[in-house]
């Protein structure tokens, strides 16, 4: 046993040096690599069901390890790229899923070909623990994979992540919900860095019929600057998003809506300050007119009025950004003409 995990370790070394040395055949003599793959599999399976735990772990270090040259590839990768999959599913079954570290490190690593495999390698039995694995926070920024996938704009492998879950529809919902120690969640990621179709991933994944309370919790988040996604997708001018963030909200939720629509994030800019700094009217048009202005004025008004920290209201930003058609739609906000001059809150 002593030496099981340098017998493996030369096994796959050799299978790939192998197929390496094949790639400048023609193609007739690529006609026999499925009976090679079936030898090769064999020779490792031999050699993986020899190994203990401690080996095993030395093992997986290798696998996640990437070379030095310059495609930085680890074993993994290569495995995958050149078509051996049985053998790749062979390979992650030796990971093993009880909150191994090392898995959590190489799914980071969004290789979407490689977590294809291992979602299909693990057994129904394994399902609980892939989704305690996937739960897993990394320990620096406390990062789950849907946050860096989100983060770098992997939709495929944000599916994955999210497609893992199967009919646990209630940790699912616990999985997005969660934040690194920034408190971004995965949408705030997706939409900071314009990330716009897992962001409508992210939303979709909610049943507002059966989970309405829980998406509105969701889209009410804020990370540690105070921002909301509402925030995110009006200064990235994310006009389609804006509205599906609005519409999470129906008649009955108007006070919760009404509360979405004065979040502040740290600077006391709302979202209307931001779409308003970004000269975009019809952002700002949206989340004016998500006020009801007969069951709602004073709070219309309250919102009218918010400075931020250099002390503008959205009258100032409209006016500065020469955008006429905002400042008419704030004033004829006021029916009483002799209120206009609350709008216009003098500079201390």
């Known amino acids: 046993m002593i030496n099981v995990i340098k017998w493996i370790l030369f096994a796959i070394f050799i299978f790939v040096i192998a197929f390496a040395?094949?790639?400048?055949?023609?193609?007739?003599?690529?006609?026999?690599?499925?009976?090679?793959?079936?030898?090769?599999?064999?020779?490792i399976s031999y050699f993986l069901n020899g190994l203990d735990?401690?080996?095993?772990?030395?093992?997986?270090?290798y696998l996640i390890k990437e070379n030095e040259d310059k495609t930085e590839e680890t074993v993994l990768q290569l495995t995958s790229r050149v078509g051996y999959d049985k053998i790749v599913k062979l390979l992650l079954n030796s990971f093993g899923i009880d909150q191994n570290k090392n898995l959590i490190a190489y799914l980071m690593k969004e290789d979407e070909e490689i977590i294809k495999l291992l979602f299909d390698a693990i057994g129904s039995e394994d399902k609980e623990k892939?989704?305690?694995?996937?739960?897993?926070?990394?320990?620096?920024?406390?990062?789950?994979v849907l946050h860096l996938a989100s983060e770098y704009g992997n939709t495929k492998i944000v599916k994955l992540l999210l497609g893992a879950f199967g009919e646990n529809k209630t940790i699912l919902m616990d999985y997005l919900m969660k934040e690194d120690q920034y408190k971004y969640t995965a949408l705030h990621l997706a939409l900071n860095w314009g990330n716009e179709e897992i962001a409508k991933l992210l939303l979709n994944t909610f049943d507002?019929?059966?989970?309405?309370?829980?998406?509105i919790e969701f889209v009410m988040k804020e990370n540690q600057g105070q921002i909301t996604a509402l925030h995110y997708a009006s200064v990235k001018e994310?006009?389609?998003?804006?509205?599906?963030?609005?519409?999470v909200f129906d008649e009955e939720d108007k006070d919760e809506l009404n509360a979405y629509l004065m979040k502040e994030n740290n600077n006391k800019n709302t979202?209307?300050?931001?779409?308003?700094?970004?000269?975009?009217?019809?952002i700002a048009k949206l989340l004016l007119n998500?006020?009801?202005?007969?069951?709602?004025?004073?709070?219309?008004?309250?919102?009218?009025?918010?400075e931020n920290t250099c002390e503008n209201t959205a009258l100032h930003l409209a006016s500065v950004k020469e955008n006429?058609?905002?400042v008419q739609i704030l004033l004829d906000a006021f029916e009483d003409k002799k209120r206009i001059k609350c709008i216009f809150n003098e500079r201390k």
């Open 53 to 61: 735990t401690k080996e095993k772990e030395k093992l997986i270090e």
């Open 208 to 215: 507002k019929k059966d989970n309405k309370k829980k998406l």
């Open 271 to 282: 979202a209307l300050h931001l779409a308003l700094n970004c000269r975009n009217e019809e």
């Open 21 to 43: 040395s094949d790639e400048n055949k023609n193609e007739n003599e690529h006609k026999d690599m499925p009976a090679s793959q079936e030898g090769k599999e064999q020779i």
């Open 324 to 326: 006429v058609e905002i």
């Open 290 to 306: 998500s006020f009801n202005k007969k069951d709602n004025k004073k709070q219309l008004i309250e919102f009218l009025r918010k």
């Open 130 to 144: 892939l989704i305690k694995c996937l739960m897993k926070e990394n320990e620096d920024k406390k990062e789950t």
């Open 238 to 247: 994310n006009i389609e998003i804006v509205q599906i963030l609005l519409d």
